[in-house]
């Protein structure tokens, strides 16, 4: 039986696509939710579930870190290019600018330190 998380992070990403599909003007956002509640969804579901070993382990979680990084530097991206299209209620998009940039730093670069410790011998 899935634990609320998951399910939680599942229905996000159910969101994302059916925000995708029914309002085009909001498909950054949905893209950028989409990729970040994937890679949410893929680390919940390896902590909770997966039998694996400590160096598939920290691969695996590396790997899905490093995505929501890449998720986060599309969001900053965005936030350059059409600041209308990640401008949400009251937050604008300098604010949704700065705080993919930090989330681009803490998850792209801890994704890859990650990575890296997975495939040392010595772990």
Known sequence: MPTPAVLGAAALVIACIFLWVVDPGSRPIAVI?????GGGLRVLLTVQHANITKDGFFRTIGAASAFLGVACALGAFF????????????????SVLIVCILGAIFFGLGGLCVLIRGRRKDT
């Open 33 to 37: 939710g989409g990729l970040f509640f």
């Open 79 to 94: 936030a350059i290019t059409d600041p209308a299209s990640v401008t949400y209620a009251r937050f604008p998009a300098s």
